[in-house]
């Protein structure tokens, strides 16, 4: 078994930054890609950016390109995802998402392994 557990989501006003975390646990053999994944309600979950197992290897939606940077720390077991200049729009449920290939994957149904999710509030 593995699980995932994401942190750091609040409430803030435009312009603002946040540093979300990612802990992979349990059976963390199984997690190699990570990426992240985020969700309004009532709409489908939509990618934001994913990394390489070794971290040598990122990706950006275009819509967090030069705001977002993902980043990963394997000996801590932690996935970063720093958001800087936050929009309203980025306002939604942030998950992260485990894939067992070593680079990353911008397709929902390639992640097996979910984390609860953490909210992130951005006010105009």
């Known amino acids: 078994q593995v699980t995932l557990v994401e942190t750091g989501g609040g409430s803030v006003q435009a312009g603002d930054s946040l540093r979300l975390s990612c802990v992979v646990s349990?059976?963390?053999?199984?997690?190699?890609?990570v990426a992240w994944f985020r969700q309004v309600p009532g709409k489908a979950r939509e990618f934001v950016s994913g990394?390489?197992?070794?971290?040598?290897?990122?990706d950006y939606a275009d819509f967090v390109k030069g705001r977002f940077i993902i980043s990963r720390n394997n000996a801590k077991y932690t996935v970063y995802l720093q958001m800087d200049s936050l929009k309203p729009e980025d306002a939604a449920v942030y998950y992260c998402?485990?894939?067992?290939?070593?680079?990353?994957?911008?397709?929902?149904?390639?992640?097996?392994?979910w984390g609860q999710g953490t909210q992130v509030t951005v006010s105009s």
């Open positions: 998402a485990g894939y067992a290939r070593n680079y990353t994957s911008r397709s929902e149904q390639d992640y097996r392994t």
């Open positions: 349990g059976y963390t053999d199984s997690v190699a890609a």
């Open positions: 990394v390489s197992e070794n971290g040598g290897y990122t």
